[in-house]
């Protein structure tokens, strides 16, 4: 580890301005990656920007969004081939079974459509978790996370192409699963 680079002031503050600007966004892409096991996100985006941290003087300072991103989808994904193999008990399955996708906050204050906005919200948190992994990340990392084609190839190691079959591919299987909720009736 070079020693200087922790000492330099504006790389320092470059990284605290990192820190801030993508933890929460680190956390939220994990625990969705990371579906019953999302408590488990905080750890991750902090690993992730303690990686960082111990690389500032390998990884160019323009490069660090996608490498954060690619350390978390890599602890994500360690985490996931764990829990593989953990014997699971009820208490687990009972927990995700009362688990509540939809955040507390109502917009409407019309209970009807309050209510259809919760169904559709879990519908879609559903349908996302149910992509397979390959297309659940492209569409985390481009949709949610707002990411170019060029930044969810280099976090994920895959080629351009790949990158805007799999979101085409994603973006199919979620209308197909919302089709339902789009129907006028």
Request: hydrophobic letters at 40%; charged letters at 30%; glycine letters at 4%.
């Amino acid at each position: 580890m070079n020693s200087e680079t922790h000492k330099d002031p504006v790389i320092l503050a470059a990284y605290q301005r990192a820190v801030h600007e993508y933890s929460e966004a680190l956390k939220g892409f994990a625990a969705k990656l990371l579906g019953p096991e999302a408590d488990w996100a905080e750890d991750v985006a902090q690993d992730a920007l303690l990686a960082l941290y111990r690389h500032l003087h390998q990884v160019p300072e323009s490069a660090w969004r996608p490498w954060l991103y690619r350390v978390a989808r890599n602890l994500c994904l360690d985490r996931i081939r764990r829990r593989k193999h953990k014997p699971r008990n009820f208490r687990d399955l009972a927990d995700e079974e009362n688990a509540d996708p939809v955040p507390p906050g109502p917009t409407t204050d019309r209970p009807e459509l309050l209510l259809q906005e919760k169904e559709i919200h879990r519908d879609l948190e559903k349908a996302i978790r149910e992509l397979p992994q390959r297309f659940k990340e492209v569409f985390l990392l481009c949709d949610r996370e707002g990411m170019s084609y060029e930044q969810t190839a280099t976090v994920l190691g895959i080629p351009l192409k790949t990158v805007s079959t799999r979101l085409f591919r994603a973006r199919q299987r979620l209308l197909k699963a919302m089709q339902h909720h789009l129907s006028v009736g």
